[in-house]
């Protein structure tokens, strides 16, 4: 038995950012955590419980989850979800001369889940980006930014958070993330 934590990695090197739908019969997984990358996972349809950092958030559809780079994570799902998952390197925050697309990513990212309260907009927005992460075109930057900054803003909008702020972390956690990170092991 092994005491490491697993660390995925669902986006290839090449890869600012990734967005495809969640494969359905994914229902539970075990804990592990993503590094070099920000999820952002939509649910329209699914019921049960996602744990992000030992915390337990039940999956009431149309939701929001947001996990940072190091959080730990898993699903316990028990019904047939319906997923979009967005995965956003830093790279591309970086590449990124939109002051207003940092600055909606910088807000989302503080929050762990967003109950929303109407979500076709997202839904149709999610699609689309989808659609363009397939598209390897001179511009498909440029129209991926435009379409995550509305997504973003749309969700600020029609959200409530279900916490308002990430929780302080104390020097005994971030001590413990640290020995976590020491001995993790990278699953592709």
Same mark, same amino acid.
């Given at each position: 038995?092994?005491?490491?934590?697993?660390?995925?990695? #669902?986006?290839?090197?090449?890869?600012? +950012? #990734?967005?495809?739908?969640? /494969?359905?019969?994914?229902?539970?997984?075990?804990?592990?955590? @993503?590094?070099?990358?920000?999820?952002?996972?939509?649910?329209?349809?699914?019921?049960?419980? @996602?744990?992000?950092?030992?915390?337990?958030?039940?999956?009431?559809?149309?939701?929001?989850?947001?996990?940072?780079?190091?959080?730990? @994570?898993?699903?316990?799902?028990?019904?047939?979800?319906?997923?979009?998952?967005?995965? +956003?390197? /830093?790279?591309?925050?970086? /590449?990124?001369?939109?002051?207003?697309? /940092?600055? +909606?990513?910088?807000?989302?990212?503080?929050? %762990?889940?967003?109950?929303?309260?109407?979500?076709?907009?997202?839904?149709?927005?999610?699609? +689309?980006?989808? $659609?363009?992460?397939?598209?390897?075109?001179? %511009?498909?930057? @440029?129209?991926?930014?435009?379409?995550? #900054?509305?997504?973003?803003?749309?969700?600020?909008?029609?959200? #409530?958070?279900?916490?308002?702020? $990430?929780?302080?972390?104390?020097?005994?956690?971030?001590?413990?993330?640290?020995?976590?990170?020491?001995?993790?092991?990278?699953?592709?």
């Amino acid at each position: 038995m092994s005491n490491q934590l697993l660390v995925n990695n #669902k986006i290839e090197n090449d890869k600012v +950012l #990734k967005a495809v739908p969640f /494969k359905k019969i994914i229902r539970k997984t075990t804990a592990h955590k @993503h590094n070099n990358y920000f999820e952002i996972i939509y649910l329209s349809q699914g019921s049960g419980f @996602h744990f992000i950092d030992l915390k337990r958030y039940e999956i009431k559809p149309p939701v929001m989850f947001f996990v940072r780079q190091d959080q730990v @994570h898993y699903w316990e799902i028990d019904s047939e979800p319906d997923v979009y998952v967005v995965i +956003l390197r /830093k790279s591309f925050v970086e /590449k990124s001369l939109d002051k207003e697309l /940092k600055s +909606l990513i910088e807000q989302i990212s503080s929050q %762990c889940c967003l109950q929303l309260k109407d979500n076709s907009t997202i839904e149709t927005l999610l699609e +689309l980006l989808t $659609a363009e992460n397939k598209i390897s075109a001179e %511009c498909s930057f @440029h129209v991926t930014e435009g379409l995550l #900054k509305s997504i973003l803003a749309k969700i600020i909008q029609v959200s #409530k958070p279900i916490i308002n702020k $990430a929780e302080t972390k104390s020097d005994l956690y971030h001590s413990f993330i640290q020995l976590v990170n020491t001995d993790a092991v990278v699953v592709n």
